[in-house]
């Protein structure tokens, strides 16, 4: 029941809108764990875009915006820019053995 | 602002012992907790385990036999120890603090990151 499942990638032209998902079990999402949302840019360490769900840490762009539902979880991305592309993880708590876990992560190419 | 900073040897030879170090600067340890975190290359982010100021400690059960993650306050640091290593504990080694809410910390985000540092296990 461990980790957390993410579309490998997604893509979007400027300025639409993208969806990245992902999806726990009961054991995780499922128990009312928080999700949170990092961003990786090429060679930069993780960066947290969305923490608890749908919170913004000061700095991101209100154009980031998170949800979740169930055992999931859904990042959104408005106004597709260019400095969006990177890689994307989402990352919950696990009450089995695995503790903190993440998804396997999205490249979000911008076409 | 909290800043961390990973060290240590870049390559490690199989069977033998990792050994990293994350300093901590601009702000105070105590309260928090304190992870490792590795992502090998190309891959995606794995847990290993936390540390809290009081020394308490937990571990991924992936690495739980053969890892130890200690703090030394008076020296603003955290240490990892991985022994046993093979190629597949070749990866981009992170410390993270984990953010402190006032709520259990499994509800907290790993709010600060180190820049991270790359240990390749070969021969």
């Known amino acids: 029941q461990s980790g957390l499942t993410q579309p490998p990638s997604v893509s979007g032209a400027p300025g639409q809108r993208v969806t990245i998902s992902c999806t726990g079990s009961r054991f995780n999402i499922g128990e009312g764990y928080d999700v949170h949302w990092y961003q990786q840019l090429p060679g930069a360490a993780p960066k947290v875009v969305i923490y608890a769900n749908n919170n913004r840490p000061s700095g991101v762009p209100d154009r980031f915006s998170g949800s979740r539902s169930g055992s999931s979880a859904s990042l959104v991305i408005t106004g597709l820019q260019a400095e969006d592309e990177a890689d994307y993880y989402c990352q919950s708590y696990d009450s089995g053995p695995s503790g903190w876990i993440f998804g396997g992560g999205t490249k979000l190419t911008v076409l | 602002q909290v800043q961390l900073q990973e060290s240590g040897p870049g390559l490690v030879k199989p069977s033998e012992t990792l050994s990293l170090s994350c300093t901590v600067s601009g702000g105070s340890m105590s309260g928090f907790y304190w992870s490792w975190i590795r992502q090998s290359p190309g891959k995606g982010l794995e847990w290993i385990g936390y540390?809290?100021?009081?020394?308490?400690?937990k571990y991924s059960p992936s690495v739980e036999s053969r890892v130890s993650i200690s703090m030394d306050t008076s020296r603003n640091r955290i240490s990892l120890r991985l022994t046993s290593v093979t190629a597949a504990d070749t990866a981009f080694y992170y410390c993270?603090?984990?953010?402190?809410?006032?709520?259990?910390?499994?509800?907290?985000?790993?709010?600060?990151w180190g820049q991270g540092t790359l240990v390749t296990v070969s021969s």
């Open positions: 540390v809290f100021h009081s020394g308490s400690t």
């Open positions: 993270a603090r984990i953010a402190g809410s006032g709520r259990s910390v499994a509800y907290d985000p790993f709010d600060i």
